[in-house]
């Protein structure tokens, strides 16, 4: 039994009686916590899941989510979060793509399951977890019929193994399988929290959704330092700041829309927060503005912000609290992503040649960590393209390192716009446009919102005998929405003319977004 299982099985031994997670008012030992991963190994087991089999999940978070995550790999399995903001097609692509043999839901999510049942081409048994009036098999009923604990492995295991598969949409608009092993994860873990003073008495709270790189990571932390994860079921500012005061919670992450959210909330500003010790913010950028009022709100509380991306296991940079000071001689650190954790080396280089440029350049990011994927599921040529034989990862993000080895993110190679923290990529989104019966050609970009960060903007060419009466805005945007999960969806549209294009026919992104980036202090808000 390698790696992170291992861990949990380890820990159980030594504080069995320690709560390993809390959700809402559930609560479960370490010792309990391990038997139900053994309780779920074998239940796969009788299944028919074995070696590199995938287990796809999709629901909000929660407990059964962590013993799945747990569970799986302990006969070899890989579990697949699904996005639970995907329209059911897109929840059906990565179900069949990841080839998984067992799927399941949380009860919120049963109408995505019936719309999509017949569609899935791999899947042999489709599980609820809770809620009635369905016709599939039922979790707890699945899980509490299986034995103790699963057979015995006819395979040697390695940490090496792929331990979990994240879904990230590629520039070709299709989602690419992130393969990451218990090496991986155990390199990210190791980084990260040897600078958050983790104490046998700290309490993480598990509030991103666990589908996402930050709620998957932060889900494995819990175990990996031997303390009480708290699970909130959805990123809702208020049931955030409720669970901190409930639980007494010293360490979190957070992205910065709902910083930005939480001090204009009298519920979350009425709770008691001075238990937190660290908030960690990232997977999007933070106004000096939004900052300021989060450490208003949270005067007790160390910030740092960390950088990084799904195929690099999480974060590969941190910003320290040392440079959290907006008045401070070095406040214009607070402009930079930070540092490169330990174990982790950047380099800046030529897009086109690979070549490594001059301090303070702007160029690709490129990483080497013990944290690089181990590729894209299925993909050979698409993990050739973002992984070099020397282990240096292409992040596809554009920026510089000054003279004191901090990164300075300046804007993206590839075309992917985040907003909210959530990644949208382009081509996907024009895959969709391109196919309504009056778009003849189309481009989107994002555009800079003061609420999520960025938005997709789409700028659309529509036939000629169409006018703007006979298709607005209004019925692009809802065109998209049948067919997206809506926070992919352009928020506005305009028609143009033309697209402008290069000479051998790449659409001339720049120039698009620079009208509407002009005046920001840099090209990703």
């Known amino acids: 039994m390698p790696g992170l299982t291992e861990t949990l099985r380890e820990r159980a031994r030594s504080h069995p009686d320690r709560v390993a997670y809390i959700a809402g008012d559930t609560e479960i030992t370490y010792a309990d916590f391990d038997r139900r991963a053994d309780r779920v190994a074998a239940a796969l087991a009788a299944g028919g899941v074995g070696y590199g089999d995938r287990v796809a999940i999709l629901d909000k978070n929660s407990i059964e989510y962590a013993e799945q995550l747990f569970g799986a790999p302990r006969i070899g399995a890989v579990q697949v979060p699904v996005n639970y903001r995907l329209a059911p097609d897109e929840v059906a692509y990565i179900v069949n793509d990841a080839q998984a043999k067992v799927f399941i839901v949380g009860a919120d999510f049963v109408p995505v399951l019936d719309a999509i049942a017949e569609q899935l081409e791999h899947t042999t048994h489709m599980v609820v977890i809770d809620g009635s009036g369905h016709g599939y098999e039922d979790y707890a009923t699945w899980i509490g019929a299986a034995p103790d604990a699963p057979p015995e492995p006819g395979y040697v295991t390695d940490t090496a193994d792929v331990f979990a598969q994240l879904y990230s949409s590629g520039t070709t608009g299709l989602p690419k399988g992130v393969m990451l092993s218990h090496d991986n994860y155990f390199a990210a873990l190791t980084a990260t929290t040897d600078s958050w003073n983790v104490e046998d008495t700290s309490i993480l709270m598990i509030a991103m959704p666990m589908y996402h790189v930050a709620g998957n990571i932060l889900t494995l932390s819990a175990i990996f330092n031997g303390i009480t994860g708290v699970i909130v079921r959805e990123p809702d500012p208020t049931l955030i700041a409720q669970g901190i005061e409930r639980n007494r919670v010293t360490h979190i ?64 940079v941190t910003l320290p609290a040392a440079d959290h000071d907006p008045d401070g001689p070095n406040a214009h650190r607070l402009r930079s992503a930070g540092l490169p954790n330990a174990g982790c080396t950047l380099k800046i280089v030529d897009p086109a040649t690979l070549e490594e440029l001059p301090t303070g350049q702007v160029g690709e990011i490129l990483c080497r960590t013990p944290q690089n994927m181990k590729g894209y599921w299925r993909m050979p040529e698409a993990t050739a393209a973002a992984l070099s034989g020397d282990n240096w990862f292409r992040t596809g993000d554009a920026g510089y390192l000054d003279e004191d080895g901090y990164l300075y993110i300046h804007d993206r190679v590839k075309d992917m716009i985040i907003s909210g923290g959530e990644n949208i990529y382009p081509a996907e989104v024009e895959n969709i446009l391109m196919g309504h019966p009056d778009i003849t050609d189309c481009a989107v970009i994002g555009v800079p919102d003061s609420k999520w960060g ?65 005046g920001q202090d840099r090209q990703v808000h």
């Open 253 to 316: 992450f957070l992205v910065p829309v709902l910083l930005q959210f939480m001090p204009l909330i009298p519920d979350v500003t009425a709770c008691d927060m001075s238990s937190l010790r660290l908030m960690l913010y990232g997977a999007s950028p933070i106004s000096e503005d939004v900052l300021r009022g989060a450490m208003r709100m949270l005067p007790d509380s160390d910030f740092m912000q960390v950088y990084g991306l799904t195929e690099v296991s999480g974060a590969i």
């Open 454 to 518: 960025e938005t997709p903007k789409a700028i659309v060419v529509l036939s000629p005998d169409v006018t703007e009466q006979d298709v607005t805005e209004k019925d692009i945007i809802d065109f998209c929405r049948d067919r997206l999960a809506h926070f992919k969806c352009p928020t506005t549209v305009e028609r143009r003319d033309a697209i402008p294009r290069n000479p051998t026919g790449k659409i001339l992104k720049r120039e698009l977004r620079a009208p509407y980036w002009e």
